[in-house]
């Protein structure tokens, strides 16, 4: 660790007194896959875990730098001897989040597929106008950057392609899954009759049940969207970032669903490409003078 603390610190040397492009990129790329980390581990129980362990090698370089020798002798040993503990203590989430980076992959790819994108949109647009034309209650929610991990655990597993007689299928009264929530993440629906917390905002109408309580109440914490089919009236409504939006229709639910469908994203592998383009480019023009 001692070793590991001086590299450190020598890295950091090298960066701000003779920064360079190529430091600056080693920054960001390490920057980012931090990031990621805790990304990947943010849904589950490591996630404090992990933010403890970051404290404990923080204090660790404090008590060096503060020459507190005994202090530092302790939290050294602890450091060391930890990282063996967590990778024992929380193998499941680490094979869970080798399984997410997997599922990275093939989100991207269908990301890159404009025609499984207008099949979804039209797939989840049908069966919700159908569901409203029957005045069958429905709550479908849309994962994006922060994870619902625990949404999902209290419903029942599923992890299928979004398929339109599914959808119908999970919400057709007297059946085991209709009460509750589905919870779909990229093109696949992960759960059904998943239990979500109810909005505490206290200035919404009477006329709204808890369904869209519900809606609402995820959205409040999350960055989540959420398309709600009334059981009474069989409006559609959306519910994002705490807010409700009423009387949706075709047109509506397919321009929601073409924004989180149909947006351009750069994946990693871009992104770094890009990054050498630019850093090659500066070294021949670097070269030319």
Request: net charge positive.
């Amino acid at each position: 660790m001692s070793r590991f603390t001086d590299q450190f610190g020598a890295f950091f040397w090298n960066v701000f007194n003779r920064p360079q492009l190529k430091d600056w990129l080693d920054i960001l790329i390490v920057a980012f896959l931090i990031y990621q980390l805790f990304m990947l581990t943010r849904e589950t129980r490591a996630s404090q875990v992990l933010k403890g362990f970051g404290v404990l090698i923080v204090a660790s370089w404090l008590s060096r730098f503060l020459g507190l020798v005994a202090l530092n002798w302790l939290l050294l040993g602890i450091v060391n001897n930890g990282s063996l503990v967590l990778l024992i203590l929380f193998q499941p989430e680490l094979r869970r989040a080798l399984e997410r980076i997997g599922r990275g992959a093939r989100v991207d790819r269908f990301l890159d597929s404009q025609d499984e994108s207008t099949r979804i949109i039209t797939e989840v647009t049908q069966s919700l106008m159908s569901l409203s034309r029957r005045r069958i209650g429905a709550l479908m929610v849309f994962e994006q950057k922060t994870g619902l991990k625990d949404y999902i655990d209290t419903g029942t597993t599923i992890d299928s392609l979004i398929s339109g007689p599914l959808i119908i299928n999970i919400f057709e009264p007297n059946t085991p899954l209709h009460d509750g929530a589905v919870i779909i993440r990229g093109d696949r629906i992960l759960a059904a009759a998943c239990v979500l917390g109810l909005s505490e905002q206290s200035n919404l109408s009477r006329d709204l049940g808890t369904r869209h309580r519900a809606g609402l109440g995820v959205t409040e914490t999350t960055d989540a969207i959420v398309l709600i089919v009334s059981e009474e009236t069989g409006i559609i409504s959306m519910a994002q970032g705490g807010k409700l939006t009423r009387h949706l229709d075709a047109d509506g639910i397919s321009r929601v669903l073409s924004g989180l469908y149909k947006q351009e994203k750069m994946g990693l592998k871009q992104a770094f490409a890009y990054a050498y383009d630019k850093y090659q480019a500066w070294r021949s023009r670097k070269d030319e003078q």
